[in-house]
């Protein structure tokens, strides 16, 4: 009788370990997990209650089976959380070693987990007290040991997972951000500067529209060249965002022409002109081919203001038109 009292504490000393096996993968792999991911955690809370009501043998593999299947879904749902945040192909290449890594210890912890669960199985069929005793020693340490790996596992698959998708969100900014400028001077081109212009429009925020025009500057591309032209131009897209502000938008149009959005009236639009004009025209000292080169540079530059209801494409013709009358006065 004094075994059997002995067996069926050391039973319940197994019981006790297997029951905090399934709440140490709920707390440290399935929680975090949803959190990362999204969606209600995967949960062993029905399997761990009928463990606890009546734990006999088809308890016990019941709740493997399940910690099995739930393992593999979160595996599933890893890969799933990624593919759907991935778009880029380029970029889906550079989680593939995550994904493998992540997939890997999964496994591991699957194999690592049915070992123990045997071992408990094995250790109930025992003849000897010491026997069982010695065996539930074991298999309490390999629990432990375990949920150890189990735990920093899990800290490191969250870091890794982190910096894979800044990786990604950095690649992503770059993509974004050389689509939206022009390779030459690096101020915004006409991509940007029509979706910037159609949010302001719909903002109801007041939005004037300068568009620059630089003087002769066919006649400097003549007698120095299409390199001093580049270097100027350059050189001017500098000194333009020198002098714009913190709201101010500014775009290369295309050759050399420039368009500068201003969140203001048409009467304080003016003003800026006035000073923009200064600040703007002059020398400009540039380097071509290694040699210095000084450069004189005028400017034309036509106003409109966004009259609500209007389209972007009739603002910005009107404001050609106004350049064309400043260029030809």
Sequence with gaps: MDSL???????????????????GVQQHVFTPLAGKS??????????????????????????????????????????????????????LSMLTSTRLSLCGRQEESQGQLRKVA?????????????????????ETKHVNDLFARMREDNLRMVQELDEEMNRYRRRLRDVVDTANRDQLTGLNNRRLLHDRLSELAASGTPLSLLMIDLNRFKLINDIHGHLAGDELLCAFAARLRNHLRQDDLAARWG?????????????????RTRLL??????????????????????????????RPGE???????????????????
């Design 277 to 306: 004009q200064q600040s703007l025209s002059g020398d400009y000292s540039i380097r071509v081919s290694g040699k210095p080169l000084r450069l004189h540079l005028t400017l034309s530059i036509g106003i409109a203001e966004y």
């Design 311 to 329: 389209s972007i494409d009739q603002l910005m013709t009107r404001a050609d038109e106004s350049l064309y009358t400043c260029k030809h006065r």
């Design 38 to 91: 999204g969606g209600a955690p995967l949960s062993l809370d029905a399997e761990a209650g009928a463990l606890r009501a009546q734990p006999d043998e088809q308890a016990f593999e019941n709740a493997r089976a399940r910690l099995e299947t739930q393992l593999a879904a979160a595996s599933t749902r890893i890969r799933s959380h990624l593919a759907g945040v991935v778009d880029l192909n380029e970029v």
């Design 5 to 23: 009292d002995g067996l069926n504490a050391q039973f319940r000393q197994a019981l006790c370990c297997y029951l905090s096996a399934l709440q």
């Design 118 to 138: 045997s071992g408990l199985d094995e250790a109930l069929q025992l003849d000897e007290i010491d026997q069982v005793r010695e065996r539930i020693r074991q």
């Design 255 to 271: 050759g050399d022409e420039f368009v500068v959005v201003l969140p203001c009236t048409l009467a304080d639009a003016m003003a």
